[in-house]
């Protein structure tokens, strides 16, 4: 009977042990994976938001409001998911007579929503909710940015111990001007990046380093700037309640068309205006 019981306590303490060394095997991995999914390679970074030739065939968005038009280079080769939802959003027609629904002063505006307040309509698709973050080496918030707004946050068990999760974005999307970028920031941004090209790019273009990996960015504006920034210096609804600052006046999205870039079109296009 003694031996019966040595034997059953070694099992116990076997799997007790086993338990528990499977158990640093999964948080150390999650830690892991969380620090190599922000390392930025600067040997390879590339940073395609300033690049001023666009080649032909480039897929793009032309976003018309009713301050003007905005046309943006969309980079499914870096945002997949997110372009993906934003597209078949805008083929089906969602996006038309949508809201501008907060103007953040200075810095930037969201919109692509059916209600003023930013809300979501009864019976709206929620998987187009939950696209998960993408976030890239190559995009950065600068100044023009088309950006997925975030929607949720998920954690596993263990990451509520260990940290991080999984950010969701979905429909309704930014247009990023720019934050006050000083000497000071630009300093910062070198030292944690050791990239004098992107402290520059940000000194040079403006945006709003806060964000820097911390949202998906899915294309970049070549035409409308002035409307960009436009849409962020709105007189907007003093309403402390609710989170968004909608317009006062109700500042639309008539349509969001996807394209292909051509030349020759764009030429024709700016010769007729």
């Known amino acids: 009977m003694n031996n019966k019981n040595k034997v059953l306590k070694r099992i116990v303490l076997f799997t007790l042990i086993m338990s528990i060394i499977c158990l640093i095997v ?84 969201a919109a692509g929503c059916p209600n003023k307040d930013g809300s979501l309509s009864d019976g709206f698709d929620q998987s187009r909710e939950l696209v998960k973050r993408e976030t890239h080496q190559n995009l950065w918030p600068l100044k023009g940015a088309l950006c997925s707004l975030t929607t949720t946050f998920d954690q596993t068990f263990i990451q509520k111990f260990t940290g991080g999760g999984t950010y969701y974005c979905g429909s309704r999307f930014a247009l990023l001007n720019t934050a006050e970028v000083t000497k000071e920031v630009t300093d910062e941004i070198y030292k944690l990046s050791e990239s004098e090209e992107l402290s520059s790019a940000f000194a040079d273009k403006g945006g709003i380093p806060a964000f820097a990996q911390n949202i998906s960015i899915f294309g970049q504006a070549y035409k409308g700037l002035d409307v960009i920034e436009a849409l962020s210096n709105l007189e907007t609804e003093e309403k402390t309640e609710q989170a968004t600052k909608p317009p006062v006046e109700d500042i639309r999205i008539i349509s969001v068309k996807i394209g292909t870039y051509s030349a020759e079109e764009e030429k024709t ?3 007729n205006k």
Not at 39 to 66: F, H, N, R
């Open 26 to 109: 999964m948080l150390v991995g999650t830690f892991l994976t969380q620090r190599a999914k922000y390392v930025i390679d600067l040997g390879t970074m590339e940073l395609v938001q300033l690049d001023e030739k666009i080649e032909d065939g480039t897929p793009i968005a032309i976003i018309d409001t009713t301050l003007g038009e905005i046309r943006a280079v969309l980079y499914p080769e870096y945002a997949p998911e997110a372009v993906k939802n934003f597209t078949e959003l805008a083929e089906s027609g969602y996006y038309d007579n949508t809201y501008v629904f907060h103007s953040e002063k200075g810095v930037y505006s």
């Open 269 to 271: 296009s700016s010769e």
